[in-house]
């Protein structure tokens, strides 16, 4: 394939459905015609000059993400998680650089003291020491937001 077939075939490949309906009705191109079998007879003697082209599936729609809005507990609230029999606490404290305006202050265990800006975050950094400790890895934990749960009560 030379330069001018390749440059000619990234054309034909980015024409849209409304392209070639254009194409159609201005006579630059002809209607495409249905493959011939040639093991069927063919009963129809009419003309295909003004068959109509066969309709073909619509593109799949481009999936969008979903977006989950997750509402941070008021400011003060204290959190707790429990992980291989480890007892964890956090405490949700205001952070003005971040966009939520809230992040999690570690309170128990070895990375006490420490600030994350997102649950999951929290999360990793309470049960450093133990996961590498008993090389668990990330065994048991995925989601910071279903991991804590506001102490003594229910999350809000």
């Known amino acids: 394939m030379d330069d001018t077939e390749r440059e000619l075939a990234e054309a034909a490949a980015s024409l849209t459905v409304e392209d070639f309906k254009y194409l159609q ?3 630059m ?4 015609v249905a493959p ?4 069927t007879p063919v009963t129809n003697t009419q003309s295909t000059e003004h068959a109509e082209a066969p ?3 619509s593109p799949k729609k481009k999936r969008r993400r979903r977006t989950l809005h997750r ?3 008021d400011i003060g609230t204290v959190l707790q998680a429990d992980y291989f ?3 964890y606490e956090a405490e949700v404290i205001e952070a003005s650089r971040y966009k939520s305006g809230k992040a999690l202050k570690i309170l128990t265990g070895p990375a006490a003291g420490e600030v994350s800006h997102s649950p999951t975050g929290a999360m990793l950094k309470a ?6 400790e008993n090389n668990l890895g990330r065994k048991g934990i995925a989601n910071g ?3 804590w749960k506001v102490k003594g009560g229910s999350n809000g």
């Open 25 to 27: 009705e201005h006579a």
């Open 29 to 32: 191109i002809e209607p495409p």
């Open 36 to 39: 011939s079998n040639a093991n």
């Open 55 to 57: 309709k073909r599936p």
């Open 71 to 73: 509402k941070w507990p």
């Open 85 to 87: 029999d480890q007892h």
């Open 127 to 132: 049960t450093e020491a133990q996961r590498q």
């Open 145 to 147: 937001w279903l991991f």
